[in-house]
């Protein structure tokens, strides 16, 4: 229990910018086995937020700017930046110029358009979620973390060091999917008791949910013939923002 623990504060630390003290005996090397609990930790918070929020009738477009602005804070841009970088790493035509564009700190134009385009659909799909926004807030945050576990385990890494290389040795097979896998579906879950056991939306959670995640990640791997640091954080970010969107149709 300590062990997971330690693990788990190591996780917070990694991936978050919630100031925690540090601790003695943190491993960041496992940091990515805990990536879908940060992320349903950090959609927790986000969904407290909203539901505070609520009570004091705040309009709902409002609010969910607020949220989709303090998700941008809890996790200290990491994510997005990467899907930045992605952006314009894939906006050149020379595929060998794509790593050492994605390398350079300065954002370009595509960078910048593809942080405004996930950031509407992220507000105007929250916008137009009714019911169960903590739970889908928290679906979406896990899945995305579910699916920066399936480029880590699934793609090689192209870059022999940086932010993301050592995830590799945490995340080897298909059997350490396997957690995150089942714990989203069990998050699935709460929304089939929440919802007169009503199975349709849940199932659509499970399969919008597990299909985007890998499907971008395919693709990332597709374009660039495997996955950094940066197409981690772009895996995330284009997951939540497209599980967002689907499941605006149906909650």
């Not at 940091?31 to 918070?45: C, K, N, S």
């Not at 949220?67 to 997005?80: A, E, K, Q």
Request: a neutral charge.
């Amino acid at each position: 229990m300590m062990r997971f623990l330690l693990g788990l504060w190591a996780s917070v630390l990694f991936y978050t910018s919630i100031p925690l003290p540090y601790t003695n005996g943190l491993d960041f090397q496992g940091v990515a086995r805990f990536a879908p609990v940060v992320g349903l930790l950090i959609g927790g918070v986000l969904g407290l937020v909203d539901t505070g929020l609520s009570y004091v009738a705040m309009p709902v477009l409002t609010r969910s700017a607020l949220v989709v602005g303090l998700w941008i804070f809890i996790t200290g841009g990491l994510h997005l930046d990467g899907a930045m970088d992605t952006a314009d790493g894939l906006a050149v035509g020379n595929p060998e110029r794509r790593l050492e564009v994605m390398a350079d700190s300065a954002t370009g134009a595509f960078g910048a358009m593809s942080a405004i385009a996930i950031l509407l659909l992220k507000t105007s799909a929250l916008t137009d979620i009714g019911s169960f926004r903590w739970l889908v807030l928290m679906a979406a945050c896990g899945w995305g973390r579910w699916g920066q576990q399936v480029a880590i385990a699934c793609y090689p890494y192209l870059k022999p060091t940086g932010k993301g290389a050592f995830h590799k040795q945490a995340i080897r097979n298909y059997q350490d999917l396997l957690p995150g896998l089942l714990l989203m579906f069990a998050v699935s879950g709460l929304l089939w008791f929440g919802n007169g056991h009503n199975f349709f939306v849940p199932m659509v959670m499970v399969i919008a949910g597990s299909a985007i995640a890998t499907l971008i990640g395919a693709w990332f791997n597709h374009k660039l013939g495997g996955h950094t640091g940066d197409t981690y954080g772009a895996v995330v970010e284009w997951t939540e923002a497209l599980f967002m969107c689907v499941l605006s149709i149906l909650v």
